[in-house]
């Protein structure tokens, strides 16, 4: 098949996919790679400004070729936008990208994901496979399999975890392997042959499985980033230089090579996705909750670093990088938000900035520069990378990248 031809679908269907939240970071990077591979795409999203951006050719968040990419597939044809619900009855795929969020407990919140499907099932069809694509708690694929039946629908499941990196996600597509799973052989065949024209390999899986394997790989990143934070706040404490003992310990030794660096670790992911892996242990998941209390109370260590320095109640503090990762526009859960509110209670006044971030309460790097007295390094984002800051500034750089971390 090549790349652009149209794939035609099945004879009940008129469109081949529908993408249930499909003008975010995880929807819209998947429903362009399906237009691109032939597929008739329906993005679907309750958000119209979102939608009229899209429309326009213009992405409405960064993501590497996503722009060349869109505007490609909406001159196709092969991509659609749509505010409400209707084409869903026409399309053989549902993949929605709607997940369990923890709720103030740190447990699963089902109650998004149901009223979706609540708010669809009207266009809902027997012959349709439903594709859950976000992270959800081990079990959610069957407990939406047991809900569609309920109500009378012949609709298969399936869970095909997302697992690609913010921003390059049309590059990973094709790179890495695609994990799928489903109740039945036949199921299986046909998200087989869905994810097979632009995905490199695919991994089978039952979905219980696929469920956990996505859990646990947010999991290990997460707790790896929590184990460099806990040496790194125990170093520091005791006034040591951390850069020096990292690269002390990194160095042409090839058992600490993949020790990251330290930094505030959240985003909308990885911290959530432990939680619910701790909520599915019934809290047995102790590493999980240990890694939680390290990264979350990292702003807190930051703050007192800066309080052994300088007298924080008449100073001003400045906040560099408010996306919670490098060369992200992506604020969600970012950290950066939480060193600010812990600032708030304890400088004079806060100034923050960002090269990306759409924010307006948000100041340019110069002013925050200029009119800060103590400096904080939240996302390192390469903008700030050997950044001269005047040397009567006191910086908190747990990075490590701006003048040699001073």
């Not at 469109?15 to 032939?38: D, E, K, M, Q, S």
């Not at 590059?171 to 042959?193: G, N, Y």
């Not at 404490?237 to 310990?249: Q, S, T, V």
């Not at 020790?259 to 909308?268: H, I, K, Q, V, W």
């Amino acid at each position: 098949m090549r790349h652009h031809d149209t794939i035609r679908p099945v004879s009940s269907f008129s469109r081949n996919v529908c993408v249930i939240g499909g003008g975010g970071h995880v929807g819209l990077p998947l429903a362009l790679t399906l237009a691109n591979a032939g597929y008739r795409t329906v993005v679907y999203d309750t958000n119209r400004a979102v939608l009229d951006r899209i429309g326009s050719g213009a992405m409405p968040f960064m993501e590497t070729g996503g722009e060349a990419l869109l505007r490609s597939v909406l001159a196709s044809g092969r991509l659609e936008l749509e505010s409400k619900p209707d084409p869903i009855a026409d399309c053989e795929f549902l993949v929605i990208i709607i997940g369990t969020p923890v709720d103030e407990h740190l447990n699963p919140n089902l109650t998004t994901i149901r009223r979706v499907l609540d708010e669809c099932r009207q266009w809902l069809r027997d012959g349709q496979v439903l594709i859950l694509r976000s992270t959800v708690v081990p079990g959610m694929t069957e407990h939406i399999q047991r809900y569609l039946a309920s109500h009378g629908l012949r609709i298969s499941v399936g869970f095909c975890p997302e697992r690609v990196a913010q921003g390059k996600s049309l590059e990973e597509f094709t790179t890495l392997p695609q994990i799928i799973s489903a109740f039945d052989e036949e199921t299986m065949r046909r998200i087989r042959a869905l994810f097979a024209p632009f995905t490199s390999e695919l991994i089978e899986l039952e979905p219980r499985e696929a469920e956990m394997a996505k859990l646990m790989t947010n999991a290990w990143r997460y707790i790896q980033f929590a184990t460099v934070n806990q040496f790194y706040t125990l170093a520091t404490a005791e006034g040591l230089d951390f850069a020096r003992i990292l690269h002390a310990c990194r160095h042409n030794y090839p058992r600490m090579s993949g020790m990251p660096s330290p930094g505030l670790t959240a985003g909308p992911c990885l911290m959530k996705d432990t939680m619910q892996l701790a909520a599915f242990s019934r809290d047995g998941f102790v590493l999980g909750h240990a890694a939680m209390m390290v990264n979350e109370g990292l702003p807190a260590h930051l703050v007192t670093l800066a309080k052994r320095r300088i007298d924080l109640g008449a100073a001003s503090a400045g906040i560099l990088g408010m996306a919670f990762k490098a060369g992200s526009d992506d604020p969600r859960d970012s950290l950066s938000y939480k060193l600010r509110k812990l600032l708030l209670l304890e400088a004079r006044s806060v100034l923050c900035t960002d090269p990306y971030v759409r924010d307006g309460s948000l100041a340019p790097l110069d002013r925050v520069v200029a009119e800060s007295d103590v400096l904080f390094v939240a996302t390192p984002h390469p903008e700030y990378r050997g950044l001269q800051i005047p040397k009567e500034k006191v910086v908190v750089d747990v990075w490590n990248i701006v003048e040699g971390g001073r």
